[in-house]
Nanobody
Framework: QVQLVESGGGLVQVGGSLRLSCDASGRTFSDLAMGWFRQVPGKERAFVAT????????AHAPSVKGRFTISRDIAKNTLYLQMNALKPEDAAVYYCAAGAYSVRVNDYDYWGQGTQVTVSS
């Protein structure tokens, strides 16, 4: 059974940092890109960052570039998102996904259940 399990979310103050993790199991993910998306109530799920299958290439949404960094440990089947200088608008449920190297939700085949990030001012 393929599973993506996110962890590391929580409550943080504006300007603070969090590190999200996504543990993948059920198959090898070394042939798939892995990414992070986020969603707030009433809005569509939005691209945050993605890392290529071999972990060499990465892309970040303009709104998080310079503050967030995606990385992956292929041997551990784990994806990370280091989030620094958090802003109130970063508050959302963050989802881990695996699929094609893309910014589009529909290009990802596997999804986690999400982890809540709350940013207090």
């Amino acid at each position: 059974q393929v599973q993506l399990v996110e962890s590391g979310g929580g409550l943080v103050q504006v300007g603070g940092s969090l590190r999200l993790s996504c543990d993948a199991s059920g198959r090898t993910f070394s042939d798939l890109a892995m990414g992070w998306f986020r969603q707030v109530p009433g809005k569509e799920r939005a691209f945050v960052a993605t890392a290529s299958a071999n972990g060499v290439s990465a892309a970040h949404a303009p709104s998080v570039k310079g503050r967030f960094t995606i990385s992956r440990d292929i041997a551990k089947n784990t994806l990370y998102l280091q989030m620094n200088a958090l802003k109130p608008e970063d508050a959302a449920v963050y989802y881990c996904a695996a699929g094609a190297y893309s910014v589009r939700v529909n290009d990802y085949d596997y999804w986690g259940q999400g982890t809540q990030v709350t940013v207090s001012s």
